[in-house]
């Protein structure tokens, strides 16, 4: 059996997180870490990574559309990098470009609005980078 992989999404406010299946086929939220500290956030992040059991963590890497990395690529590096020391997991950088669009894309399908949307984005950011890995890994096994 195969176990699970886990994704965040870092932001500067709200952080999201999302697990895959035992099967690493398919993504779903987990929470919600409303926290702009870094260290506590990778904290959480490593905390859930030992509940669900996870062999590998994936935080989303904002690289710019030219394919540039920025500041909040480098504040990314440095979390897996926290991240690494925190949970004793391979932490893997993923490019999401686009996914926060596309969260938001599909809150306005579900016309999910408010507070609701606000605490619902940064989840599903997070589990659109996930799966956006785990299709990755299905079409690149040795990835």
């Known amino acids: ?3 699970r992989i886990l994704g ?3 932001g500067d406010k709200r ?5 895959s299946d035992e099967t690493c086929m398919l993504a779903s939220g987990v929470c919600l870490i409303k926290e702009d500290y870094i260290v506590y956030i990778a904290d959480e992040v490593a905390k859930k990574a030992a509940e ?3 062999c590998k963590i994936v935080v989303g890497s904002p690289i710019n559309m030219n394919g540039t990395y920025g500041p909040r690529s480098e504040k990314a590096r440095e979390f ?9 997991l391979p932490v893997v950088l993923f ?3 686009l996914t926060t669009v596309s969260a938001h894309q599909y809150m306005n399908m579900t016309n999910t609005r408010g507070k609701k949307r606000k605490e619902t984005v940064d989840v599903l950011a997070a589990q659109i980078i ?3 890995y785990l299709d990755y890994l299905k079409n690149n096994p040795n990835g």
């Open 1 to 3: 059996m195969t176990k």
């Open 8 to 10: 965040v999404d870092l």
């Open 15 to 19: 952080t999201g997180v999302a697990v």
């Open 52 to 54: 669900y059991d996870v």
């Open 80 to 88: 897996a990098e926290l991240l690494k020391e925190k949970s004793s």
């Open 95 to 97: 490019d999401e470009r």
């Open 130 to 132: 996930l799966q956006n």
